[in-house]
């Protein structure tokens, strides 16, 4: 029972760089998100999904792109990477909506811009 | 203004003692309210969730919400080293519209020391 599963765990990217989050889960999930999680800032909402094919912004999308073609997956794309995009990031997903059965995180993956 | 506050700690308990952490919002529409743990570098897993106002026990956790005080606790009684982690709460406005986004508090840290 995988559950949601990110990769990479970790990565260190240079200024101007892009790179993909990868994210899948396992549980046939309609939900999904992407968080940016600093230091005393709590989880900040990136990009939504409420199924295949329908994504939206959250609190921050500014410099992210997403997709869902397939309901298991929902990478995260990182266009040109800024020093200001050093976080952690969680994907997350929800069988019926966040507020209704809350989220189940993936184990995050940890960005370094330099 | 953050809609949601949390006092980040950290806090440091004797095993057995009785924990109390505390979540304050602005938003009077709120109705879900969610207790996350996340342990040191893992994702956040839900603990637990009320909606409305009132109690709910689970074990040692104990959520609280006061509505009209725009306050909702957690207690943890009979505290364990094990529980030593980051508590972050969550709420979110059910007839917001569309799809109902999760805010965050930023986390108390937690230590429970044999």
């Known amino acids: 029972n995988a559950g949601v599963t990110q990769t990479p765990k970790f990565q260190v990217l240079k200024t101007g760089q892009s790179m993909t989050l990868q994210c899948a889960q396992d549980?046939?999930?309609?939900?999904m998100s992407w968080y940016r999680q600093d230091p005393g800032m709590g989880l900040r909402l990136i990009h939504y999904?409420?199924?295949?094919?329908?994504?939206d912004q959250g609190e921050v999308p500014n410099g992210y792109n997403v997709s869902r073609s397939t309901t298991e997956d929902f990478p995260l794309r990182l266009l040109s990477a800024a020093p200001s995009q050093t976080s952690v990031y969680f994907c997350?997903?929800?069988?019926?909506?966040?507020?209704?059965?809350?989220?189940?995180f993936g184990s995050g993956t940890r960005l370094t811009v330099v | 203004q953050k809609e949601v506050e949390q006092d980040p700690g950290p806090l440091s308990v004797p095993e057995g003692a009785i924990v109390s952490l505390n979540c304050t919002y602005s938003?009077?529409?709120?109705?879900?309210f969610m207790w996350y743990r996340q342990y040191s570098r893992k994702g956040p897993e839900l603990l637990m969730y009320?909606?409305?106002?009132g109690n709910k026990e689970d074990g040692r956790f104990t959520a609280q919400v006061d509505k009209s005080s725009k306050y909702i606790s957690l207690f943890i009684r009979d505290s364990q080293p094990s529980d030593s982690a980051t508590y972050l709460c969550?709420?979110?406005?059910?007839?917001?519209?569309?799809?109902?986004?999760?805010?965050f508090g930023a986390g108390t840290r937690l230590a429970v020391h044999p």
């Open positions: 997350a997903s929800s069988r019926g909506g966040p507020d209704n059965y809350g989220y189940t």
């Open positions: 549980m046939n999930h309609e939900y």
């Open positions: 999904s409420v199924g295949a094919g329908i994504t």
């Open positions: 938003n009077s529409a709120f109705q879900y």
């Open positions: 009320t909606y409305s106002s």
């Open positions: 969550a709420m979110s406005n059910r007839f917001s519209g569309g799809y109902n986004k999760l805010i």
